[in-house]
């Protein structure tokens, strides 16, 4: 009676997933059309995923010489779009949909759109640097330009009168500042500080890194259909559990050594697998594999990952760790280019054809001497958030890593929201934040509250996350830091789960694990087969029941999760003493008579409740019929964005 009844739990439920099927073929979709509309648009902008329009564009403004500062941060928002849309491209085409080929193309073209940003950056300074007499300071007879976008901010000085008193600059509009050694003070130098609000300069790894999420394999064994996971449930659990340790773990990972062909995962897509089957057939294995969490869990790379670089230079920053954010500021010593001459009428200007040089210091040619130092201030952007003091780092071309060596005499104003330092050279800079500091998360619940609508909140040691999902859409609903809300100008947008992702890491509010968080984090790890199927379910269930953390997760072990559950069809909170405990293997759902203030952990069943094979049945036997009508109307494309969220933020693992 159990089996069969099993065998036909499972088919309903297959026939809810099909919710997950409906959503990925609506972005495939949806990818063609925006394809289609921007073809029909005909505005001159071109396509990134077009190599020929792509190159085109690039060409043409290469050869563009009007180096106007505000022309050139104009046409730079524009390339930045053009970039976040590459990155985007890469994240979220799944890997059925994107050859390899494409995958290389779109990075070389994300590379070299960086590249060309920054000689138009510098483009524009050294034109900025020929006409210092319209930026002349009227008390220090010096050049001083401030020069912002909501991009970048430039901030440049230029060194006119050469006098020692003047050797240190507060740029009044952005509260940055510099203090020169005395040799520079009596140079014909120029100083500039370039924030970049973004980062094009760490590896392009770090920048278009995905969360973990279902993977496809391409081994026929572990294709089975239901009837199978009906006859041998035993086997079809230890298949299940080894399943991610069988997926490569060089196909799957990102390798910043590796070239642009490591982002692509999989090569075999579901289609290749299944060339010769029906439709339905590809549908109902897909669904399979949807269900049995056929997925790389980042726990599993502590075994599977022999190739990852070990860092051994104690200065090196590991990115894994530590990431930057507030963007990147180019700190630059420049050599003043010959001026524009006023003759008659007549404005001359002698042009050289080396373009923007640097102006060395520490000089060449006195390598052993010792040189005073260059003191540094920046003002913290607001539009973060620093949790603890940043680590300061300096980018090494060489290396192409983050250094900490070469800077010192690191001061943090918290009240001023600035920090001040010392360099041996001209460096580019970044301040870096512990990847992990918000997890493990102390809490979080998530609830319906409304039809096609639900609340995510994590609540972490420094802050407390609210994310509102409606439809395919989320949105940042508040950041409450120290009871209050900071990150205002980033609430109230709407946005895909994935861009909300970037976002908030952007910002500095890192809730999503990464494939080696695991190192990082004290965790209790989670089987993957348990982990992915709870969210799975809970996501096709949320449109009538609320979940949040339960202390007793820990003590479950490692095969199984144990998480709060209720009915909830209103749009309040949920009350304590509707709170019910339930436990998850996968395969197996529960109804656990302790509470959340039990003395001690207890697999002891509920009165008058039994095992089932899934956890929305195991629901169904405590729900209205409301409840189960609702979740049966709700929209897949909501269900799915609420997996995603889950998935994203792992907080069956990570709480």
């Not at 969360?211 to 230890?238: A, F, G, M, Y």
């Amino acid at each position: 009676q159990d089996q069969e009844r099993r065998e036909s739990e499972l088919a309903e439920l297959h026939s809810l997933e099909q919710k997950f099927l409906s959503a990925q073929q609506w972005k495939t979709d949806h990818r063609a059309c925006a394809k289609w509309e921007h073809y029909l648009r005909c505005d001159g902008s071109p396509d990134p995923t077009v190599l020929q329009e792509i190159n085109t564009f690039m060409s043409l403004w290469r050869e563009d010489q009007n180096e106007d500062i505000q022309l050139v941060m104009q046409k730079g928002e524009q390339v930045l779009n053009l970039i976040e849309k590459l990155q985007f491209l890469l994240l979220d085409t799944p890997p059925n949909e994107i050859t390899e080929k494409e995958t290389v193309q779109y990075q070389e073209s994300i590379l070299e759109l960086q590249n060309l940003l920054h000689q138009k950056y510098n483009g524009a300074t050294e034109h900025l640097l020929k006409v210092t007499n319209m930026y002349e300071d009227s008390e220090t007879g010096n050049m001083q330009a401030v020069i912002k976008d909501k991009n970048v901010t430039f901030c440049i000085w230029a060194n006119l009168k050469k006098k020692v008193r003047f050797k240190n600059h507060m740029f009044c509009d952005a509260q940055h500042g510099f203090d020169l050694p005395k040799s520079l003070a009596v140079s014909s130098v120029a100083v500039r500080i370039l924030h970049t609000h973004y980062d094009h300069v760490s590896p392009l790894w770090l920048q278009c890194q995905s969360v973990p999420k279902l993977e496809v394999s391409d081994s026929k064994d572990l294709i089975q259909h239901s009837k199978d996971s009906v006859e041998e449930p035993e086997e079809e659990t230890k298949n299940a559990r080894e399943e991610p340790a069988m997926l490569a773990a060089e196909e799957m990972c990102f390798d910043g050594r590796k070239s642009a062909s490591s982002f692509k995962d999989n090569s075999n897509s579901v289609a290749d697998v299944n060339e010769t089957e029906e439709e339905t057939e590809k549908k109902s294995e897909i669904l399979d594999m949807l269900s049995k969490g056929i997925w790389l869990d980042p726990l599993m790379q502590e075994k599977t990952n022999e190739k990852e670089e070990v860092i051994t230079d104690e200065n090196v920053v590991d990115l894994q760790q530590f990431v930057p954010v507030g963007g990147v500021y180019h700190i630059d010593a420049l050599k003043l280019p010959p001026q524009v001459k006023q003759i008659k009428d007549w404005s001359m200007v002698e042009l050289l054809a080396v373009g923007l040089e640097a102006y060395p210091y520490p000089p060449e040619e006195a390598e052993d001497t010792t040189h005073p130092p260059i003191r540094i201030t920046l003002r913290l952007s607001d539009s973060v958030m620093y949790f603890e003091d940043p680590v300061v780092a300096r980018w090494d071309p060489a290396g192409q890593h983050w250094r900490t060596d070469g800077i010192s005499n690191i001061t943090y104003e918290t009240q001023e929201k600035s920090v001040t330092f010392e360099m041996d050279a001209f460096y580019t800079v970044a301040l870096l934040q512990a990847a992990h500091c918000n997890m493990p998360y102390r809490a979080w619940e998530l609830r319906p509250t409304g039809v096609d609508e639900a609340l995510l909140i994590v609540t972490t040691v420094f802050a407390t996350v609210q994310i509102q999902i409606k439809d395919n859409q989320c949105r940042l609903s508040s950041v409450v830091v120290e009871e209050k809300d900071v990150l205002s100008h980033l609430t109230g947008k709407w946005t895909s789960p994935l861009d909300l992702r970037a976002v908030l890491k952007k910002a500095g509010v890192n809730i999503f694990p990464g494939e080696h968080s695991h190192k990082y984090v004290a965790v209790d790890k989670k089987a993957p087969l348990a982990e992915v199927k709870a969210y799975q379910e809970m996501a096709l269930v949320t449109p009538a029941f609320a979940f949040a953390w339960s202390k007793w997760n820990l003590e479950a072990g490692q095969e199984q999760v144990v998480f709060k559950v209720s009915e909830h069809l209103k749009t309040d909170s949920v009350k304590d003493e509707d709170w019910s405990l339930y436990m998850f293997n996968g395969e197996k759902a529960q109804k656990l008579k302790i509470t959340e203030t039990s003395e001690a952990f207890s697999e002891e069943l509920e009165d008058d409740s039994e095992f089932h094979s899934t956890l929305y049945h195991m629901l169904k036997d405590f729900a209205s019929k409301e409840a189960i009508d609702k979740v049966g109307a709700a929209s897949f494309l909501f269900s799915d964005a609420v997996y995603q969220l889950l998935l994203a933020t792992r907080v069956l693992t990570y709480s």
